[in-house]
């Protein structure tokens, strides 16, 4: 039998009883394993589907059967996953210490749940004194100071970011919901925050579009804020990007991860991406989003440990018209449905759906219509128009699949259209020509809660995945958590709700 050699290391005599782990999409069927010259194991897979995940990952296969050896690098710390969630843990390091850090992505910065995001940061319809409290007050205190320091250095963070304070309707149209709303507004204001219960009749006045009935009403908390997720990205990316000059950053998209290099002990020595090899000398990051499951479920196969990482894929639309301007909005707005639908914890199997409104208004020109998760973000992006954004929120679990469901669309469309009137004006067919359809996948937990920590039996390997809605909104503190596990600084926020546990086989 003929060998496969695949270079994967500048020195093939280093660390021969190492194991090189490469994650396989979902669907992949048969796995080879192949002895090479050095002694490692490479475990390759073959006979692929045409899965959008598989698509995602399509320069895999390439590298595994090329003959040039990838070129090695070191830094101290390799994110894996340029979403808001990397690509703030990379920032967070940068900031805060004098360590080197590299991003990979298989694609690029905002191609996954982060470029489809609605974009707030609101507390209307959060719980206080849940387990994720802590993170999001701190999240959202940490948003605030990054808008103080862009102020600070002569820019305005509502061109910068996005951001700007709106404030939050969290609308209700019964009686059974108002009284929710009450105890909602109590809450709040005892947990600190800024709390109001609007009237039917209140709400008319401060959101002349919106149409309720006499019962209905809304909790509003004044000082909640919206923020663009591609121009804070965009901007996040130029901060980061500073530190190239230094040699203490890289950057390596479109580069899909390939395996890892990990020693006896349990350490990851390095990333193999389609085209480099990455040697970390101190910490690797996996936030991949709606990809980690799977991701992780391979890099781990043949340890002898069992760990489950339930982060799956929940589809979602969102249907943009551009430049409409039949009505503004001049506050954040959700209906009290959307807060069950955001917590239901269906099987990863059902492909049920769950439509709830969301509005708001952001900094550019478009209606938008329907909650998703991926789009393509590109840097340096200017946005000077205004921007309307009346959004549904439409929930599946479908795989990877990122097919438009029409039906969904035409659900999002008349949802909105019960809650703003003038909408009934328009049919989606006038609308063909401004419109565009989103679809993503958001990385679902059960329970809701994100995992973030070290990654049981690999000493080395931190996890931050599974945000689903709140990826935006969690970022921030989610960064400084992971980065002060690297750096061994006490932690400003209790980790423990969000650790990852195991036990051995």
Known sequence: ?????????????????????????????????????????????????????????????????????PAPHSYDVVVVGAGIIGLSIARQVLNGS?????????????????????????????????????????????????????????MDPQEVLGWKKTGSLLVGTTSQEMAELKGKVEQLSKAGLKAE????????????????????????????????ARRSVAYIEKEIGKYATEGRYGEYYNQPLTGLLRSGNGKVEAVQTSKNLLYSK??????????????????????????DVPVKPRKGHLLVIENFNSFKLNHGLMEVGYVGHQDATLQPSSETSSISMTATMDSS???????????????NVHLLNIILMVTGSSRQFAGFSTEISEHIINQIWERAREFFPSLREFS?????????????????????????????????????????????????????MVADMILGNPPKVDNAPYALHTHRS
């Open 428 to 480: 989606l067919t006038d609308l063909e020509k401004t419109r565009e359809v989103r679809v993503g996948l958001r990385p679902f937990m059960p329970g809701g809660k994100p995992m973030i920590g070290l990654v049981p039996g690999l000493s080395n390997v931190f996890l931050a995945a599974g945000h689903e809605g709140e990826g935006l909104s969690l970022a921030l503190g989610t960064a400084e």
């Open 282 to 307: 101190k910490a690797i990051v996996i936030a991949t989003g709606c990809w980690t499951g799977s991701l992780m479920q391979e890099l781990i196969k043949d340890m002898d440990i069992e760990f």
């Open 197 to 228: 219960l609007l009237s039917s009749l209140d709400l008319q006045e401060v959101e002349p579009a919106l149409v309720i009935g006499e019962e209905g009403g809304a909790a509003f908390l004044p000082d909640d804020y919206q923020i663009d």
């Open 98 to 154: 004098d360590l080197s850090v590299a991003v990979v992505d298989a694609a690029v910065p905002c191609s996954g749940a982060t470029g489809a995001g609605q974009g707030y940061i609101w507390m209307v319809h959060k719980v206080p004194g849940s387990e994720k409290w802590e993170l999001t007050m701190r999240s959202r205190e940490l948003w605030e100071k990054f808008a103080e320091d862009i102020k600070y250095q002569g």
């Open 365 to 379: 020109g478009n209606l938008v219509l329907g909650k998703s998760s991926i789009i393509s973000c590109c840097k």
């Open 1 to 69: 039998m003929a060998s496969l050699l695949l270079p994967i290391s500048p020195n093939p005599n280093f660390l021969i009883n190492d194991t090189i782990f490469f994650p396989r999409p979902p669907l992949l069927r048969r796995v080879t394993t192949i002895s090479t010259h050095s002694g490692r194991r490479l475990l390759v897979k073959s006979s692929p589907s045409t899965s959008p995940e598989i698509n995602r990952r399509k320069k895999v296969a390439a590298v595994r059967m090329s003959s040039a050896p």
